[in-house]
Protein backbone atom coordinates (compact mmCIF):
# COMPACT_ATOMS: atom_id res chain seq x y z
CA UNK A 1 0.00 0.00 0.00
CA UNK A 2 3.11 2.10 0.27
CA UNK A 3 3.27 2.74 -3.50
CA UNK A 4 0.19 3.23 -3.94
CA UNK A 5 0.14 6.29 -1.35
CA UNK A 6 2.86 8.00 -2.63
CA UNK A 7 1.41 7.92 -6.03
CA UNK A 8 -1.90 9.00 -4.88
CA UNK A 9 -0.26 11.35 -3.01
CA UNK A 10 1.70 12.85 -5.92
CA UNK A 11 -1.62 12.84 -8.08
CA UNK A 12 -3.22 15.45 -5.71
CA UNK A 13 -0.40 17.36 -5.61
CA UNK A 14 -1.13 17.91 -9.28
CA UNK A 15 -2.87 21.24 -10.11
CA UNK A 16 -3.76 20.32 -13.89
CA UNK A 17 -4.87 16.41 -12.20
CA UNK A 18 -7.19 17.90 -9.41
CA UNK A 19 -8.60 20.76 -11.57
CA UNK A 20 -10.12 17.80 -13.59
CA UNK A 21 -10.91 15.13 -10.80
CA UNK A 22 -11.11 17.27 -7.62
CA UNK A 23 -10.23 14.32 -5.47
CA UNK A 24 -12.25 11.76 -7.28
CA UNK A 25 -8.69 9.27 -6.90
CA UNK A 26 -10.00 5.86 -5.62
CA UNK A 27 -7.80 2.70 -4.97
CA UNK A 28 -8.37 -0.51 -5.96
CA UNK A 29 -12.44 0.21 -7.74
CA UNK A 30 -14.54 3.12 -8.12
CA UNK A 31 -17.31 3.38 -6.34
CA UNK A 32 -21.04 3.19 -7.56
CA UNK A 33 -22.28 6.95 -8.50
CA UNK A 34 -19.02 8.43 -8.86
CA UNK A 35 -19.00 10.97 -11.58
CA UNK A 36 -16.39 11.29 -14.09
CA UNK A 37 -13.71 11.81 -14.75
CA UNK A 38 -12.22 10.25 -12.09
CA UNK A 39 -9.24 7.63 -11.17
CA UNK A 40 -8.71 4.80 -9.86
CA UNK A 41 -4.79 3.65 -8.07
CA UNK A 42 -4.62 0.20 -8.63
CA UNK A 43 -1.23 -2.13 -6.95
CA UNK A 44 -0.15 -4.62 -9.66
CA UNK A 45 2.96 -6.10 -7.74
CA UNK A 46 5.55 -5.60 -5.09
CA UNK A 47 9.00 -7.37 -5.21
CA UNK A 48 12.15 -6.97 -2.97
CA UNK A 49 15.18 -5.39 -4.47
CA UNK A 50 18.61 -6.65 -3.87
CA UNK A 51 20.71 -4.91 -0.59
CA UNK A 52 24.72 -4.56 -0.09
CA UNK A 53 23.32 -4.74 3.41
CA UNK A 54 21.38 -8.04 4.25
CA UNK A 55 21.51 -6.47 8.23
CA UNK A 56 19.98 -2.90 6.76
CA UNK A 57 17.36 -1.67 8.80
CA UNK A 58 15.40 -1.35 5.91
CA UNK A 59 15.27 -2.67 2.27
CA UNK A 60 14.26 -1.29 -1.44
CA UNK A 61 10.68 -2.72 -2.50
CA UNK A 62 9.72 -1.75 -6.44
CA UNK A 63 5.61 -2.00 -7.19
CA UNK A 64 3.91 -1.66 -10.12
CA UNK A 65 0.89 0.48 -9.70
CA UNK A 66 -1.44 1.13 -12.41
CA UNK A 67 -3.16 4.14 -12.93
CA UNK A 68 -6.65 4.29 -14.93
CA UNK A 69 -8.12 7.55 -15.92
CA UNK A 70 -12.43 7.41 -16.45
CA UNK A 71 -13.84 10.26 -18.54
CA UNK A 72 -16.66 11.09 -20.66
CA UNK A 73 -15.19 11.42 -23.67
CA UNK A 74 -12.08 10.52 -25.50
CA UNK A 75 -10.44 14.32 -25.40
CA UNK A 76 -11.02 14.63 -21.46
CA UNK A 77 -9.19 11.00 -21.45
CA UNK A 78 -6.26 11.94 -23.29
CA UNK A 79 -5.51 14.88 -21.72
CA UNK A 80 -6.10 13.22 -17.37
CA UNK A 81 -3.53 10.66 -18.89
CA UNK A 82 -1.28 13.45 -19.89
CA UNK A 83 -1.40 14.65 -16.33
CA UNK A 84 -1.23 12.09 -14.45
CA UNK A 85 1.87 10.80 -16.44
CA UNK A 86 3.57 14.78 -15.77
CA UNK A 87 2.42 14.83 -12.23
CA UNK A 88 3.80 11.26 -11.42
CA UNK A 89 7.10 10.23 -14.06
CA UNK A 90 10.72 10.80 -12.63
CA UNK A 91 9.17 11.55 -9.14
CA UNK A 92 11.05 11.40 -5.73
CA UNK A 93 10.99 12.41 -2.81
CA UNK A 94 8.82 11.92 0.26
CA UNK A 95 5.24 11.38 -0.33
CA UNK A 96 3.02 11.21 2.55
CA UNK A 97 5.82 9.29 5.22
CA UNK A 98 6.88 7.06 2.06
CA UNK A 99 9.94 7.67 1.20
CA UNK A 100 10.57 7.35 -2.77
CA UNK A 101 13.70 6.75 -4.41
CA UNK A 102 11.95 7.00 -8.02
CA UNK A 103 8.97 6.51 -9.63
CA UNK A 104 8.88 6.23 -13.28
CA UNK A 105 6.37 5.56 -15.90
CA UNK A 106 6.20 1.94 -17.44
CA UNK A 107 3.52 0.59 -19.60
CA UNK A 108 0.66 2.75 -21.29
CA UNK A 109 -2.63 0.49 -22.06
CA UNK A 110 -4.90 0.88 -24.43
CA UNK A 111 -7.81 3.13 -25.10
CA UNK A 112 -11.33 1.63 -23.94
CA UNK A 113 -15.07 2.08 -23.92
CA UNK A 114 -17.42 1.04 -21.78
CA UNK A 115 -20.43 1.20 -23.93
CA UNK A 116 -22.61 0.40 -21.21
CA UNK A 117 -21.13 3.00 -18.59
CA UNK A 118 -20.61 5.63 -21.78
CA UNK A 119 -17.33 5.93 -20.60
CA UNK A 120 -13.74 6.45 -21.85
CA UNK A 121 -10.40 5.12 -20.01
CA UNK A 122 -7.17 3.99 -20.51
CA UNK A 123 -4.48 3.39 -17.81
CA UNK A 124 -0.83 4.27 -17.39
CA UNK A 125 1.66 1.80 -15.43
CA UNK A 126 4.43 3.29 -12.82
CA UNK A 127 7.31 1.75 -11.64
CA UNK A 128 7.77 3.02 -7.63
CA UNK A 129 10.64 2.15 -6.02
CA UNK A 130 10.90 3.17 -2.55
CA UNK A 131 12.17 2.21 1.24
CA UNK A 132 10.23 -0.18 3.33
CA UNK A 133 11.31 -0.32 6.71
Known sequence: MRAE???????????????VVADRI?????????????IV????????????DAFSA????????QVTVLANDYATQKALLD?????CNFQRGTFNGVKVNSTTRDLI???????????YLQSVDFLVVFVEP
Not at 42 to 52: E, K, Y
Not at 83 to 87: C, G, R, T
Open 83 to 87: AVQQA
Open 58 to 65: FGLMRSRV
Open 26 to 38: WPAQLPQGTAYPA
Open 41 to 52: ITHISTVPLPTL
Open 109 to 119: GPDLRDDDRSV
Open 5 to 19: KAIRTQLLAASAVTA
